[in-house]
T-cell receptor
């Protein structure tokens, strides 16, 4: 079966750095996405990785290792507004998105 | 502004009634999707459509129906056959391309069946 694992919840301090991990087992791989979702709202796109390595976009970076079935989202200089759920999704061989359950990130002052 | 609109944001229905959730997009996207989100779970695909007048079942299609008569619209009907319909429903759209297929989401409809 297809499976995407993320930690359920993480806590970090304002101004610090946090890394949210995602491991996946899917039938094929055609890219990995990270989305941010505030409570009760729609997910919004953060990043996309299809090749191994690090993609940096401002305070957010995303890393992919296809051989390990592993990705992480790195958030730097955390702000209170970063409190949200972070969803990892993998596009499989049929180009369908398989979603993880999301990681709820709590930022403390 | 281009975007994807779901309505209503909150919906209450009595058990045994069918209810239709609206999803409209003006992004000129070919593909549209309906997801269900329950607490502590990932997004689960209900139905998707990649072209007008054609749609496919997702992982949890039982108890739901859709139509795609226009490119802009992809309404979802939650029927009385759906045993546990209370959930947060998200509609999404994307271009059909094998590069970056970023999905855009509507604001969601929270359905409560009493």
């Amino acid at each position: 079966g297809q499976n995407i694992d993320q930690p359920t919840e993480m806590t970090a301090t304002e101004g610090a750095i946090v890394q949210i991990n995602c491991t996946y087992q899917t039938s094929g791989f055609n890219g990995l996405f990270w989305y941010q979702q505030h409570a009760g709202e729609a997910p919004t796109f953060l990043s996309y990785n299809v090749l191994d390595g690090l993609e940096e976009k401002g305070r957010f970076s995303s890393f992919l290792s296809r051989s390990k079935g592993y990705s992480y989202l790195l958030l730097k200089e955390l702000q209170m507004k970063d409190s949200a759920s972070y969803l990892c999704a993998v596009r499989d061989s049929n180009y369908q998105l398989i979603w993880g359950a999301g990681t709820k990130l709590i930022i403390k002052p | 502004d281009g975007g994807i609109t779901q309505s209503p944001k909150y919906l209450f229905r009595k058990e045994g009634q069918n209810v239709t959730l609206s999803c409209e997009q003006n992004l000129n996207h070919d593909a549209m999707y309906w997801y269900r989100q329950d607490p502590g779970q990932g997004l689960r695909l209900i139905y998707y459509s990649q072209i007008v007048n054609d749609f496919q079942k997702g992982d949890i299609a039982e108890g739901y129906s859709v139509s795609r008569e226009k490119k802009e619209s992809f309404p979802l009907t939650v029927t009385s056959a759906q045993k546990n319909p209370t959930a947060f429903y998200l509609c999404a759209s994307s271009i059909v391309d094998r590069g970056l297929i970023e999905a855009f989401f509507g604001q969601g409809t929270r359905l409560t069946v009493v």
